[in-house]
């Protein structure tokens, strides 16, 4: 099957390592180095969510990329919190997992940029983690504003990887990831010698708004992951249509599987 011009298929993977993140996540690593040279940062796969029983729910859960490209293997990272992730988290190495993928569109860098900034909340760090590596691969510095509940939430390694990326964290348990302060720091980075070519994010909706309105305000293009609940993730049964702003001003509803999970910063609409 062919899906917007990406290669998808549905492959039996071998997991190779399982293994806890922090106090709620949960990490994954499979098999599949073809698969893994396919997807691009910001794509997912459609993970059937079974154990090494066979036991789970019926219907898949789509999950978005953590770790992609040529000689690594396809790595997923996520937040244990219902049925699905549970059994996912109970895989083992040497157990099998159905993946359909890669799905949706990824991430753009164009060739001008220079310096990026992502701006990433909770478990929204694993969706743009492989941007980081994309980047740092095309000589282009990273600067990332992390927000998290507490530091022990961060996981700031598992984001950067080797990168190199500078990473700046915020919580809610000093009060640092508070909106006023979180733009008093974006303004100040937007307004020095760092000022980003283009900005990223994934995983708040008030982060998204806050920079959604700075971005306007400085004239920086940007991109935004939307996170959506997926029936099929092949675009057929349109159970994650959003609303997305068009190019002439107008409303559009598109599906976050197929037209997306990226969208234009400017053109992506709160939930």
Known sequence: MDLGGFPVAEADLAVVDSAPVGRRYHRLLLDSPALSAASRPGQFFHLLCRDGGGNGPYLRRPMSIWRCGAGQRLGFLFHVKGRGTAALAALRPGDRLSAVGPLGQGFRLEPGWRR????????????????????????????????????????????????????????????????????ALLRATFEGPARPDAVFTCGSNRLFLLLQRLAAEYGI??????????????????????????????????RVCAEGPVFDLQAALAW
Request: hydrophobic share 50%.
């Open 116 to 183: 990026i900034l992502i701006l990433a909340r909770g478990v929204g760090l694993a969706t743009l983690a492989p941007l980081t590596e994309a980047a740092a691969a095309q000589g282009i510095t990273v600067q990332a504003l992390l927000s998290a509940q507490a530091p022990g939430d961060l996981m700031a390694a598992e984001f950067a990887g080797a990168s190199g990326a500078t990473v700046q964290a915020v919580f809610d348990s000093d009060g640092s990831s508070a909106v006023p302060a979180v733009e």
């Open 221 to 254: 293009p940007g991109q935004i992951a939307l996170e959506q609940q997926m029936g099929c993730g092949l675009g057929m049964c349109f159970c994650c249509v959003r609303q997305i702003r068009a190019a002439d001003g107008g409303v559009v509803n598109l």
